[in-house]
C-alpha cells in the first residue's frame, strides 16, 4: 500500500469510528498503526509515549466520543506526514472548537501532535 493511503485512510477511520461511539474499533486503527510504539503529544501540556500514550488516549475516547459530533475539515498528507483539522460542535448553544493534529508514521511508530 503507498505510504500516502497508509496514513490517509486510518485518520478517516479514526473520525468515523469516533463520531458513532465505536471505542474498540478506534482503539484497535492506533493499536495497528502504532505496533511497535506510539508518542503522543499535547502541545503545551504533556507528552506520553509507550503504555503511557495508550493510557493518555483510551480515557479521553471514553469521555470525549459521546460528546461533540466531529467533522473532518482537510487532511493533507505528504509521504509518511499528515496534517488534519478537525471541528466539533459539543452540545449547546452552537459551541465549536477546531483543533489541528499532526501525524508522522515511522516504521510502525507513529508520532501525534495535537493542538486542541
Known amino acids: 500500500m503507498p505510504e500516502a493511503s497508509r496514513i490517509r ?3 478517516f477511520d479514526q473520525v468515523l469510528h469516533w463520531k458513532t461511539g465505536r471505542r474498540q474499533a478506534f482503539m484497535g486503527l492506533y493499536r495497528r498503526m502504532a ?8 502541545v503545551g501540556k504533556h507528552q506520553a509515549s509507550g503504555d503511557g ?52 508514521l515511522r516504521a510502525g511508530a507513529p508520532h501525534a501532535r495535537f493542538f486542541h
Open 53 to 104: 500514550a495508550w493510557a493518555a488516549v483510551e480515557p479521553r475516547s471514553d469521555t470525549c466520543n459521546r460528546q461533540p459530533q466531529l467533522q473532518m475539515v482537510e487532511c493533507l498528507v505528504n509521504g509518511s506526514e499528515a496534517a488534519r483539522c478537525l471541528r466539533s460542535r459539543w452540545p449547546g448553544p452552537q459551541t465549536f472548537s477546531i483543533g489541528i493534529e499532526l501525524h508522522s
Open 9 to 11: 485512510s486510518p485518520l
Open 35 to 42: 505496533h511497535a510504539g506510539r508518542t503522543l503529544e499535547y
